[in-house]
RNA sequence: GUGGCUAUAGUUCAACGGUAGAACAGCGGGUUGUGGUCCCGUUAGCCUGGGUUCAACUCCCAGUAGCCACCCCA
């Protein structure tokens, strides 16, 4: 009895033991733990330049046809969406992220641009600018999904919206611009084009399509039967398969259209024809938002052949500015492009993207060289024609040195307590280990002249002229193999 | 919302029912004012909760997260 009481108070310490040991660890990973939320993501430096590449384009793009930058907020009211986007698509139904603020409004992290860029139409009453007003706007936008590849709940999309004109030049444009945004990053890809027409034809093509589903009810999928009343269109995007064999003998949308809008969209299809784009007639294609009418389309990667991730898509929206409250017949159009999907296509693709360059490094030694440089650094810093680097935080030339090197400089400024005394300042070519004693104050000119140089590809002239060859330093004997070594490349090249 | 796979150091990956290893990265050295290569040292980790067991990072269950697919979309 006694014994087994023992084994037992043994027991319950060991495990007391484990216990407490766990809690240390758990109160230790407290701190630790706090990571993104679910579907976001940190764009970390390391990826940024991808992210600015597309950028870059997205803003040329703009500038190059005409639009101009606009930015809206993050939050906006619930009702613009719910009013905008369709309380029944899937995005209102189920996938903002909306909140009741303090004040008691209905807010929503805003989950897609258009809505957002009409309402700042009609508020600022643009009908009073030149038509059509021409938005280009870049940022993240929201959207409780389950995240997978491509798609996070926070996510990027740069677009262009232009406002007040019915034109169909202005729709092939639109298409032109995204596809040229593509194809600047070097991501082929073919757009999907179709028009799914005006509101009354629509109305008179999905009594047809029901009437022909209806009487095939039985051989479709369960979400297709709901879709049969709830939203007919969609039951062209379904993947199933019984669905998909209905589907090539379904009625399409174009043998549906009214003369207006076929007259519309055969003279949007004309311009492409003639812009010499790669696009595809695809009647399946129906997007999930309802404000859009006659021509809609997307950019599919030219490997993705059933369009599981668009890289970007649009359409015309003409009646978008009345529902929100603006005025009658502002016709419209715009198209979205996905920076994650595009970011990710082009690491896929590996295209490459430079890194950052920087050209000088400016290492310091000693207390009144560290003054001297930092000074020198604010004087160089605005120079407009080469970049520099430094860590003034450290003190040994070895680190420095170090740095420098993982920057992949051109050149480092050595500056220690004998320059300061002699008004001099050394110059390290970083990639022969070359260095020269040149005068402080033509350190500008002496950086311009050399950078100019490499630029330029010349040869690295080794026979420094013999003014300049009496004033280097000694070169270490490795120094000198090294440069034999660099020689035969450039000799190689 | 449904299903599949996964969860070990900052990163990529090992191993094991009985004290968790490597590589890379980081930091510090290899004499005081010189980087790359090399050598040495060093920091740092078992997703959370429960169960089985003398003993769980390992086996089981649940949760959470990630990846993937469906749905939908960019």
Redesign the pocket.
């Known amino acids: 009895m006694l014994k087994k009481k023992a084994i037992i108070s043994q ?1 319950s310490n ?2 007391a033991e ?2 407490t040991g ?2 240390v ?2 109160i ?2 407290a701190k ?2 706090i ?7 940190d764009i970390l430096p390391q990826d940024q330049k991808y992210w600015e590449k597309v950028r870059q384009v997205a803003k040329q793009i703009s500038i190059d046809y005409g639009y101009d930058r606009i930015d809206t907020p993050v939050l906006e009211l619930t009702e613009l969406f719910v009013r905008g986007v369709g309380a029944q ?3 209102v139904e ?2 903002m992220f909306s909140f009741t603020d303090q004040g008691g409004d209905n807010l929503v992290l805003r989950p ?1 641009f258009t809505a957002a860029a009409v309402r700042a139409y009609i508020q600022h009453g643009m009908l009073n600018q030149i038509q059509p007003v021409k938005f280009f706007y870049l940022g993240p ?1 929201f ?11 926070q ?3 740069f677009g262009f919206e232009a406002i007040g004109e019915e034109n169909p030049a202005l729709d092939a444009q639109l298409i032109l611009m995204g596809w040229n945004s593509l194809n600047d990053l070097g991501i082929e890809s073919v757009i999907q084009v179709n028009s799914i027409g005006c509101m009354s034809c629509r109305e008179e093509y999905k009594k047809v399509l029901v009437k022909y589903y209806k009487a095939k009810a039985k051989l479709l999928c369960e ?2 039967k709901t ?1 049969l009343t709830k ?1 007919p269109l ?1 039951l062209l ?4 398969s019984g669905c998909q064999e209905l589907k090539d003998d379904a009625p399409q949308i174009l043998d549906y259209l009214d003369d207006n809008c076929k007259e519309h969209f055969m003279k949007v299809v004309g311009y492409l024809d003639e812009l010499d784009l790669p696009y595809v007639l695809n009647p399946y294609i ?4 309802d404000y859009y009418n006659r021509t809609i389309f ?2 599919w990667a030219i490997d993705d052949v ?9 359409g015309r929206y003409d009646g978008l500015v009345t529902m929100l409250g603006g005025r009658e017949d502002t016709p419209a159009c715009g198209l ?7 970011v990710a296509k082009m690491r896929e693709k590996n295209i490459e993207v430079p890194d950052k360059r920087v050209d000088v490094f400016v290492a310091q ?2 207390d009144a ?1 560290k003054k001297k440089a930092m000074l020198m650094y604010e004087n160089l810093r605005p120079n407009g024609s080469f970049t520099i680097a430094q860590a003034f935080h ?1 003190d ?11 920057m ?2 051109k050149f ?1 400024l ?8 002699e008004g001099t300042i ?1 110059l ?8 020269e004693v040149i005068d402080f104050n033509k350190i500008e000119k002496e950086l311009k002249k050399r950078l100019e140089k490499y630029r330029e590809g010349a040869v690295i002239d080794l026979t420094a002229d013999e003014e300049e060859k009496e004033s280097s ?1 000694e070169i ?1 004997e ?2 000198v193999a ?1 440069l034999g070594d ?1 020689g035969d490349d450039l000799a190689a090249v």
């Open positions: 027991k060991k495990t484990r216990k766990k809690a660890k758990k230790r990973r630790k733990n990571a993104t939320v679910t579907g976001m993501r698509t899937d995005i189920k996938e897609e936008l959207r409780h999904e389950k995240p997978q590849s491509g798609r996070y709940r996510f990027f999309q979400s297709c879709r939203n969609r995007d379904c993947k199933e129906v997007r999930g938002l997307e950019y059933e369009g599981k991730n668009a890289l970007g898509g649009g979205a492009m996905g920076l994650d999907r595009i030694l000693g060289a450290k040994s030339l070895k680190k420095q040195l170090e740095l420098a090197n993982k992949k400089v480092t050595i500056i220690g307590q004998k320059e300061v005394g050394m390290r070519d970083m990639q022969g280990g070359v260095q330093t270490p490795e120094d090294d660099l």
